[in-house]
């Protein structure tokens, strides 16, 4: 059996350690203030999570006003927003852990626009092909977010290139439509976010984390991704010496065709990267047998969503032999003790199966 190494720590690229090889994935938990900054509930629900999980991450945060994607979303992007940040970080920095925001563009659903900008045209969503001056503006604000995570103390940034926002737009060969040098082939289609990824980096401190998250084939609703093209993307991305290439999967060991054979997408995108960026994937992960197997198909790290909602301490508890993970559907009695206010509870009621009260599974 492979070894348990996921409570050592990990080096990156940019100099920084983890303390172990467990994340937690971005949770959009609609708890933010109207006006984007930080409140207590969202505070208490990651500080909960500091001095277990090696990286943890916020949720989803848009970038510029016109990107934002849904009532309650966190914002970077204005200087305000930095002070209750600020307390954050020092909070959970202070536990040992290390902490990154996912700096977020919706595209064509970035609902609290009047004028959505992506790289197609959709008169029945109100959805527009952004000039190339409009794509400039779109690399500062990510420039300009980062910058200020970096102030509010962040240890990184992740740029949300997955899940069908802004950036996978661009990447799906079904929604970009654009005959520019940001269409095309894959090399055009990626252009934005490598560019992106590049500015970020340019105005960063060497030692800052940049971080990407990309969807590697067709999952949830996407389509137009390939694994191919991924690969692709994904070898780019890893020129850039980014620090670590997050898999967003619905399975950690979901299999894909490749070369007429069946391999698992990690491993994959694992054997064509040549090792210069860390990978790391959620999917599924609720047990430590889960983690170690998508440690053994390739990843250097792993990612709970779902389990880390109901398990704070996960990083801590689950090699303890009595451990046992908590799948759904949840009680939500317990919310108040993982740290899951009455806001969080109501956008969790929303995915099915989740939590009794909550949607049914079709
Ligand atoms: C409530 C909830 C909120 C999520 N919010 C985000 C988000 O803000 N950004 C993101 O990239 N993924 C988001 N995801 C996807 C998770 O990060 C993760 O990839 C997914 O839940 C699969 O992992 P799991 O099986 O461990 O839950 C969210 C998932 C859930 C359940």
Same mark, same amino acid.
């Given at each position: 059996?492979?070894?348990?190494?996921?409570?050592?720590?990990?080096?990156?690229?940019?100099?920084?350690?983890?303390?172990? =090889?467990?994340?937690?994935?971005?949770?959009?938990?609609?708890?933010?203030?109207?006006?984007?900054?930080?409140?207590?509930? !969202?505070?208490?629900?990651?500080?909960?999570?500091?001095?277990?999980?090696?990286?943890?991450?916020?949720?989803?945060?848009?970038?510029? =006003?016109?990107?934002?994607?849904?009532?309650?979303?966190?914002?970077?992007?204005?200087?305000?927003? *930095?002070?209750?940040?600020?307390?954050?970080?020092?909070? *959970?920095?202070?536990?040992?852990?290390?902490? *990154?925001?996912?700096?977020?563009?919706?595209?064509?659903?970035?609902?609290?626009?009047?004028?959505?900008?992506?790289?197609?045209?959709?008169?029945?969503?109100?959805?527009?092909?952004?000039?190339?001056?409009?794509?400039?503006?779109?690399?500062?604000?990510?420039?300009?977010?980062?910058?200020?995570?970096?102030?509010?103390?962040?240890?990184?940034?992740? %740029?949300?290139?997955?899940?069908? @926002?802004?950036?996978?737009?661009?990447?799906?060969?079904?929604?970009?439509?654009?005959?520019?040098?940001?269409?095309?082939?894959?090399?055009?289609?990626?252009?934005?976010?490598? !560019?992106?990824?590049?500015?970020?980096?340019?105005?960063?401190?060497?030692? &800052?984390?940049?971080? $990407?998250?990309?969807?590697?084939?067709?999952?949830?609703?996407?389509?137009?991704?390939?694994?191919?093209?991924? +690969?692709?993307?994904?070898?780019?991305?890893?020129?850039?010496? %980014?620090? *670590?290439?997050?898999?967003?999967?619905?399975?950690?060991?979901?299999?894909?065709?490749?070369?007429?054979?069946?391999?698992?997408? +990690?491993?994959?995108?694992?054997?064509?990267?040549?090792?210069?960026?860390?990978?790391?994937?959620?999917?599924? +992960?609720?047990?430590?047998?889960?983690?170690?197997?998508?440690?053994?198909?390739?990843?250097?790290?792993?990612?709970?969503?779902?389990?880390?909602?109901?398990?704070?301490?996960?990083?801590?508890?689950?090699?303890?032999?009595? &451990?046992?993970? @908590?799948?759904?559907?949840?009680?939500?009695?317990? &919310?108040?003790?993982?740290?899951?206010?009455?806001?969080?509870?109501?956008?969790?009621?929303? &995915?099915?199966?989740? $939590?009794?009260?909550?949607?049914?599974?079709?």
């Amino acid at each position: 059996m492979y070894m348990d190494d996921l409570n050592e720590p990990m080096k990156l690229n940019c100099g920084q350690r983890l303390m172990n =090889k467990i994340g937690l994935a971005p949770l959009t938990n609609k708890q933010s203030n109207e006006d984007g900054t930080l409140n207590d509930r !969202e505070f208490e629900w990651l500080k909960m999570r500091g001095g277990h999980y090696g990286l943890i991450s916020t949720c989803a945060t848009y970038v510029s =006003k016109d990107g934002k994607a849904w009532e309650g979303q966190l914002g970077l992007s204005e200087d305000r927003h *930095i002070k209750n940040l600020q307390r954050l970080t020092d909070e *959970i920095k202070m536990s040992g852990s290390k902490i *990154i925001t996912q700096l977020h563009h919706g595209g064509d659903k970035a609902v609290f626009s009047n004028d959505k900008i992506s790289c197609y045209d959709d008169t029945d969503i109100e959805v527009r092909n952004a000039s190339k001056e409009e794509l400039q503006e779109v690399m500062n604000n990510y420039v300009l977010a980062a910058k200020r995570a970096e102030k509010a103390g962040f240890n990184g940034i992740e %740029i949300h290139g997955a899940n069908g @926002y802004l950036f996978t737009q661009f990447l799906s060969h079904n929604t970009n439509k654009r005959n520019d040098e940001y269409g095309g082939d894959i090399e055009g289609r990626s252009r934005l976010l490598l !560019e992106t990824v590049e500015a970020v980096r340019r105005n960063v401190s060497k030692n &800052f984390m940049v971080n $990407v998250r990309i969807s590697p084939v067709n999952t949830y609703s996407l389509k137009g991704i390939d694994i191919e093209e991924t +690969i692709l993307v994904a070898k780019w991305l890893g020129e850039l010496n %980014i620090d *670590i290439l997050s898999l967003s999967l619905r399975e950690y060991n979901m299999e894909t065709i490749f070369e007429d054979q069946n391999y698992p997408v +990690i491993q994959l995108i694992r054997d064509e990267t040549n090792d210069n960026m860390k990978i790391a994937t959620a999917g599924n +992960i609720w047990s430590r047998a889960d983690a170690v197997n998508a440690r053994e198909i390739g990843a250097d790290m792993i990612l709970l969503g779902r389990a880390g909602i109901v398990h704070p301490d996960w990083p801590t508890v689950s090699s303890k032999m009595n &451990f046992k993970p @908590y799948y759904p559907k949840w009680d939500p009695a317990i &919310f108040q003790k993982v740290g899951v206010s009455k806001v969080f509870h109501n956008y969790l009621l929303k &995915f099915p199966g989740l $939590v009794v009260g909550g949607a049914e599974k079709r």
